[in-house]
């Protein structure tokens, strides 16, 4: 801490002396290891069930959690500064990485808020084939989540279907943009190449096939007693406190709120010229976010075949300058991503590259009600829950 | 089986057999079990063929696997308590070699011939958790102290309905010699037929799912592997375990379920033999001599039917939580296995 | 949203009711509070909130139904005195403006707070700035409003140095405890581009079966 070093700072008034006090204090408590009463467990950042590397600190009494805490930032790698010193075509293969499973969906909102502030729209087809591509990206994410979730609670069995019925829609990915976690295919004012020959064809099959994986983990996962004896009533997250902090996506639609971006915004992508039903769920515990999550997938894919269907012919990318300089404004744009509400901040001078971005991303406020969460639960119940809430490490240290 | 060669052997001759005789009954089960069903059976399950380089399909990946155990490094955390972590391996080992010494292979194919067989069975297959513990406690790590607490609650409560679900048997068969069980199910009847003797498993139906519940919990497996909970403990009580020590622990874990799946067979499928009546045999020494060398392969059959039962669950469900195993254990199991005591003594006494 | 490429006939500004009534309401509510506003039609609100009244005007604005937090930041308006990091280290360094110019709703001070709220019922979100004081960079800390704000405003101070008072746990979100500096200030060079500056814009592709001959340094 050096705020006292900081020579613009010097002159401190009692504000800032208690906020500094303050993280000193904070920062205290968290070192020295109180062995009063309970036992203090780290899970992580090595460990089998978190998505990454999250360290959970939590002080057990027995098996019960009195409380615990998550520690972000194994993974933070800076990414709103390095976007500073980046154009804006090349800020896209940066932001590719924040959410790595479904990676389309993280350029969609930068560009949009480029696309925003330089007045440029995207040509039709262009805008159907990115909402066919972010869907896509949804499906391979949440169809991992499906697969993971099993392996959080024991049934190693669906995580293998997961993977496998996964396949296919990377498969896809790939093969119309050239790669499978990062395709890294927006571009300011359309997308980089058309769609390749038999692509829709091979889309439709696809669709198909994650529709019967969806009804087969239903069946064999979601059906299951233990399962829900494991999850029903686990981690309830009441709707006021979904919205204090920020929750967004499956979860907050699984504590009642009926909130769903794509259909709740204007947006220029395609989303309202389809039909598609937003799932919610009253009750707000694990299973109704889990739930939720698998018939969005299965929606999705509906979705997909409904804009399969209709895909406008024309250009793929609208007359935009070969060097882009973004005009002076600021802009806000924000997606429903398969983690919840991604968005991004953008501040531009007329730069040839972004003078500010603030990316918002849904895993950081996902997780940050989790020490409101997990006081009072039993040591399995944090995985599950954590399991529930699905954070990407990525999105949430950016 | 000596009378099979007519053949005098030395007193230290025949111990040996036994020892030999003891180590096969334990290794092979395992083997087989460890590569049919969780190398075979589990990729199949999960849509995947599993290992097929070493060897053809993969039969030699068994061999494989314990060159790999025996060639790691034996890491001791500095913590630990030397002793008794170097202990705890062997003791739960130790529990699977002794509970095979009362299963009954053949009409003289046994090793002993306990009189109380079924208690003394019980007795040491709780052994086991002493082992558990010690490897829990010793290894001066939070995760294993974890795990093999939860396990010593886990599978002390499920002890009882073991026993009790067990209880059932004996009432029927009036004895708790496993030979004699043996025999009182091949040789007798139901419903007045003797068509497929008198297998326990349908009289005691409620009992052998008890006991079969019973067994995936002794064993820890899914859905009740909260003491390894993979995705929690990382390995739960074995997590500091490298090596050797860790290949004993994994040997003795589908040692156990082999072992406990021939002493479930033995008290309600009938164990070595099949129905007398197919054969004309009436008691125990009508039967002929060949039965001691197809008694075992027998047992090795019905042992595979129902490791078959506990590995498939065990692939297929979630984990339960501590209290809900617990919950499930004290207020299901036990009044359950209770009341099937009751119904048998009565039903024995009328009928 | 309005494509002006695509209609330049089109003259008559396009007026966006609803979220020229919402800002109506939103100043009827916060009063002498509100120093500055926007609205972009069929876009966004802007809002400028006075520092003092920080806290009080999160709690109308939660009051009137912006009950969903979005997100909390900073925004540091010093242009970079490192540029783009494409400068030559062995030439001086080239002479820069360094005159702070705020974005939207104007701004007098070096650092700005942005919140984004959002009505959960009628989805009409706003974006509400405030100054941080240049003398000392502390604010209010709206943790007890927002509860969500709290991680929020961890990673607002680690990256920026702006203290929030009032706040209950005021560490490091993601640097580490003893990380001396303060990364986001625009004054904190971005040390891989001190190492090797980047060597200019060469990566700009050719339009979709379009010429190669764009390779060109910005």
Not at chain 1, 278 to 290: I, L
Not at chain 1, 334 to 347: C, D, K, Q, R
Not at chain 3, 8 to 15: L, N, S
Not at chain 3, 49 to 74: H, I, R
Request: hydrophobic letters at 45%; charged letters at 20%.
């Amino acid at each position: 801490m050096t705020i006292l070093n900081d020579p613009v700072s010097a002159k401190l008034g009692d504000r800032a002396q208690l906020s500094y006090i303050a993280s000193q204090a904070a920062d205290a408590r968290l070192n020295v290891e109180l062995e009063t009463e309970g036992m203090t467990l780290n899970i992580g950042p090595q460990h089998p069930a978190t998505h990454g590397t999250l360290r959970i600190i939590a002080r057990l009494d027995g098996e019960q959690v009195l409380w615990a805490e998550p520690s972000c930032g194994y993974m933070h790698r800076g990414y709103e500064k390095l976007t500073e010193v980046r154009s804006f075509p090349q800020v896209t293969s940066l932001i590719n990485r924040i959410d790595w499973l479904g990676s389309f969906a993280n350029e969609v909102p930068f560009i949009l808020a480029a696309e925003k502030l330089m007045g440029v729209e995207a040509p039709p087809r262009a805008q159907w084939i990115r909402t066919i591509l972010f869907e896509l990206s949804r499906i391979a994410n949440v169809s991992l989540f499906l697969g993971d979730l099993g392996v959080q609670l024991g049934a190693i069995t669906p995580v293998f279907m997961a993977f496998r019925d996964r396949e296919y829609v990377l498969n896809l990915i790939e093969s119309a943009t050239g790669g499978r976690f990062h395709p890294n295919f927006d571009r300011i004012g359309g997308l980089k190449d058309d769609l390749p020959a038999g692509w829709i064809d091979e889309t439709k099959v696809v669709m198909k096939k994650l529709r019967n994986f969806c009804d087969e983990i239903e069946s064999l996962l979601f059906g299951n007693e233990i399962f829900q004896s494991r999850t029903r009533g686990i981690g309830v997250i009441p709707r006021d406190v979904a919205m204090q902090y920020g929750l967004s996506g499956a979860n907050l639609r699984a504590s009642g709120v009926d909130w769903d971006l794509r259909r709740d915004q204007d947006s220029p992508m395609a989303w309202n010229k389809v039909d598609f039903k937003v799932w919610t769920h009253p009750d707000g515990d694990s299973f109704a976010r889990c739930w939720v999550r698998l018939q969005e997938t299965r929606e999705a894919t509906k979705i997909v075949d409904q804009l399969l269907d209709g895909i406008p012919a024309g250009p793929v990318m609208a007359k935009v300058p070969k060097i882009i300089k973004v005009p002076e404004g600021e802009a806000w744009v924000s997606t429903e991503n398969p983690l919840g509400e991604m968005g991004y901040y953008v501040v531009s001078r007329g730069d040839s590259g972004p003078f500010r971005v603030k990316i918002r991303s849904a895993s950081f406020n996902n997780i940050s009600i989790t020490p409101w969460l997990l006081r009072g639960v039993y040591v399995p119940d944090i995985i599950t829950i954590l399991a529930s809430l699905y954070f990407i490490l990525g999105d949430i240290d950016r | 089986m000596l009378s099979l060669f007519a053949v005098e052997i030395p007193y230290w001759g025949q111990s040996l057999l036994r020892v030999l005789g003891g180590l096969v009954a334990v290794l092979l089960p395992a083997g087989t079990i460890v590569y049919v069903f969780l190398f075979k059976m589990m990729s199949f399950m999960q849509s995947r063929l599993g290992p097929m380089e070493a060897g053809p399909y993969g039969s030699m990946q068994l061999f494989a696997e314990v060159g790999k155990w025996l060639q790691k490094e034996d890491i001791q955390p500095d913590n630990a308590d030397k002793r008794i972590f170097r202990m705890a391996p062997i003791v739960v080992l130790m529990s699977t070699f002794l509970l095979v010494a009362v299963v009954p292979f053949g009409p003289d194919a046994w090793f002993t011939d306990f009189e109380t067989g079924v208690f003394y069975a019980l007795a040491v297959s709780s052994i086991s958790v002493l082992g558990i513990l010690m490897a829990g406690w010793s290894s001066a790590n939070k995760y294993s102290l974890l795990g093999g607490l939860r396990a010593a609650g886990q599978l002390i409560a499920y002890e009882l309905p073991m026993v009790l679900a067990v209880i059932g048997v004996v009432i029927q068969a009036e004895t708790m010699n496993l030979q004699q069980i043996v025999v009182a199910q091949n040789a007798g009847s139901i419903f007045g037929t003797d068509i497929v003797g008198n297998p326990y498993v349908l009289t005691q139906f409620v009992g052998f799912v008890v006991f079969m519940i019973a067994v995936q919990a002794e064993l820890t497996q899914a859905p009740f592997d909260m003491p390894i909970a993979e995705s929690e403990l990382v390995s739960g009580y074995m997590t500091e375990y490298s090596g050797f020590r860790f290949l004993i622990f994994f040997i003795g874990e589908f040692a156990t379920a082999g072992v406990f799946a021939m002493i479930a067979s033995t008290l309600f499928l009938g164990g070595w033999g099949v129905p007398f009546s197919w054969f004309g045999w009436t008691t125990m020494d009508s039967v002929d001599n060949w039965m001691n060398v197809a008694g075992p392969l027998i047992v090795f059959t019905k042992m595979m039917v129902l490791v078959f039962l506990i590995m498939w669950i065990r692939f297929s469900y979630p984990r339960f939580r501590e209290d809900q195993l617990q919950r499930f254990a004290w207020k299901v199991l036990i009044p359950i296995s209770l009341a099937n005591i009751m119904v048998t003594a009565v039903l024995k006494v009328a009928f | 949203m309005v494509n002006q490429l695509s209609s330049p006939a089109e003259t008559t500004p396009v007026v966006d009711t609803v979220r020229d009534q919402v800002l109506a309401d939103v100043q009827a509510t916060l009063g002498a509070a509100v120093v500055d506003s926007l609205v972009k039609p069929g876009d966004d609100i802007w809002i400028r909130v006075s520092t003092l009244s920080w806290n009080e005007s999160m709690k109308k604005l939660q009051a009137m139904g912006f009950d969903y937090f979005c997100f909390l930041s900073a925004i540091d308006w010093l242009p970079s005195p490192f540029g783009r990091g494409e400068d030559d280290p062995t030439e001086p360094a080239p002479e820069r403006d360094t005159t702070i110019r705020p974005g939207y709703t104007g701004g007098d001070t070096r650092m700005q707070i942005l919140v984004r709220v959002v009505n959960s019922r009628t989805h009409v979100g706003i974006n509400v700035k405030t100054d941080v004081p240049n003398e000392v960079y502390t604010v209010d800390s709206i943790a007890n409003v927002f509860a969500g704000a709290n991680w929020h405003e961890r990673e607002a101070h680690e990256m920026f140095g702006i203290g929030f008072v009032g706040h209950p746990d005021l560490r490091n979100m993601y640097l580490p405890t003893d990380f001396e500096g303060f990364p986001m200030r625009k004054d904190f060079p971005l040390l891989a581009r001190m190492v090797k500056p980047w060597p200019g814009i060469v990566d700009v592709e050719p339009l979709p079966g379009g010429d190669a001959e764009s390779e060109e340094a910005s």
